[in-house]
């Protein structure tokens, strides 16, 4: 496969308008890090490709942490003395703190406001809270909801269950040519919120849509749709055999909004990927952000703790908690534009076939320069970059510099580093040197589709 080939098939703002309905589709959904509505929104993935549904019992050890009981909600409310509902879950699910346990009693004023969350500087604003790890009950709601409250008695009601379940996630395993992987996580378990995280659900789906369409990548695709933290640690300790398959992964968050793009590098700091993102950013005539490693923000964390640190980058928009509407009510399908999903997944695309195209080659006519007029390939309709990119390439081919560090060091877009590697290669003037470690894939020719998940993992249950 090709790097153009990749690219190709869309037009400019087709995918960004499809996964904004999809972003629609599932931003009613009440998720969390467990329950049905984390298990609906898999299985409304699973109408656009085989993703494998895996559900772990509660209870089960995964390194230092414990698989959570599961929680869900059926209802919530706040009742006023006249009976009305000042607070309705039905309303947006985000008036309840996510993972509350269940209530039903009378409260003042006072006690209930001990429960209540708001965002005084966005009164008009619905926060998102949770309390995973330790059980209580709350509501969020407007601060101007907050202050028309008067001083009288209400009930609380939490139809809720916390109990022995599973945690959901979802996996979807596309073969490659080499047994070698790209990893490709997003976090589910956040509720109604649209940039963090459905658009990065959304991009995930259908950057998987659109791989499985095509034939024979050069690496294996792992896409994995995973409650934040407790997923991932999951994950992580139930695959951890197949870990050293990993050659590049990125993680997709806050990829809806209008912002400009941000790369925060692996822990490594210099890993193949952080490199071609980097590149590709630097010549995408878009404003972008390079960062260093934190061990803060989304799954990255885990994926790059020490034991693993493995080359996983992370490629938003505006980062968490950089965007006022971050985890509050105004995170909405609103936020999240179809032009910029569009063009965040362009950016997926483009990085994507930096990592395909990567390869070493081998100038076969190495004493002096080969005459690439009398092969039609250095003509006078040829471009100045054009000619630059054969020049360059030729030069630097003695089978050490991949195409990466030949595109960085001339300073050329990696895309005309690689089509004229192309041209080279058509004329016999260049060999590929095959990198050492990749395995050939014996099982298939091209690719296969997610249920040959070469390992399965065999400590939870499997739901087609
Ligand atoms: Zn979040």
């Known amino acids: 496969m090709t790097g153009r080939r990749i690219r190709a098939p869309f037009a400019k703002d087709a995918p960004g308008r ?25 299985r409304r993935i699973q109408t656009h490709i085989p993703l494998t549904i895996h559900e772990v019992p509660s209870g089960t050890h995964v390194f230092d942490w414990t698989v959570p009981r599961e929680w869900n909600i059926r209802d919530g409310w706040v009742k006023n003395a006249q009976g009305e509902k000042v607070i309705d879950f039905s309303a947006s699910n985000l008036h309840v703190v996510n993972y509350s346990v269940p209530v039903h009693k009378k409260v003042s004023l006072p006690e209930l406001r001990e429960h209540l969350f708001t965002i005084p500087e966005f009164p008009d604003w619905i926060p ?28 609380v009601y939490i139809d809720a269950t916390l109990e ?25 378990c956040h509720p109604s919120l649209c940039n963090d995280n459905l658009s990065g659900v959304a991009l995930a789906t259908f950057l998987a849509k659109h791989l499985r369409t095509l034939s024979g990548p050069r690496y294996s695709y ?8 407790i997923g991932a640690i999951t994950w992580l300790c139930l695959n951890e055999p197949q870990i050293e398959r990993i050659r590049h992964g990125l993680v997709v968050a806050c990829v809806g909004d209008s912002g400009p793009f941000t790369y925060k590098k692996s ?49 938003t928009r505006t980062p968490y908690g950089r965007f006022p509407e971050y985890h509050t009510s105004a995170d909405n399908l609103d936020l999240v534009r179809p032009e910029a999903l569009s063009d965040s997944f362009a950016v997926y695309l483009s990085l994507l076939e930096v990592l395909e195209e990567n390869n070493t080659y081998v100038n076969t006519t190495p004493k002096c320069e080969p005459n690439l007029g009398s092969r039609g390939l250095y003509g006078d309709t040829t471009g100045e970059k054009e000619r630059l990119s054969l020049l360059w390439v030729l030069n630097q081919s003695d089978g050490t510099p991949s195409l990466l560090d030949i595109a960085e060091k001339a300073d050329l877009d990696f895309s005309l580093i690689s089509a004229a590697a192309d041209a080279l290669s058509s004329k016999g003037l260049l060999r590929e040197r095959k990198p050492e470690r990749t395995e050939i894939a014996l099982a298939s020719a091209g690719s296969t589709d997610g249920n040959t998940n070469p390992a399965p993992c065999k400590n939870c249950e499997v739901l087609e």
């Open 267 to 315: 822990r490594r700091g210099n890993a193949e990927i952080d490199r071609a993102a980097t590149h590709v950013l630097a010549h995408s005539g878009r404003e972008y952000k390079i960062v260093d490693f934190s061990p803060y923000g989304y799954d990255e964390r885990q994926f790059c703790s020490p034991g693993f640190n493995l080359p996983v980058g992370s490629l």
């Open 222 to 229: 792992r896409f994995l749709f995973m409650p934040g933290t």
């Open 128 to 155: 998102y809270r949770t309390a995973y790890y330790h059980e209580s009950w709350g509501f969020c709601l407007s601060h101007n909801r907050l202050r028309s409250l008067k001083d009288e008695e209400y009930e």
């Open 18 to 42: 499809d996964m904004h309905t999809f972003i629609a589709d599932l931003y009613p959904l009440c998720r969390s890090i467990t329950g049905n509505g984390l298990r609906e929104t898999l």
């Open 164 to 188: 022995q379940g599973r945690l959901s996630y979802g996996e979807y395993y596309l073969q490659g040519m080499s047994d070698e992987e790209i990893l490709i996580s997003c976090h589910t």
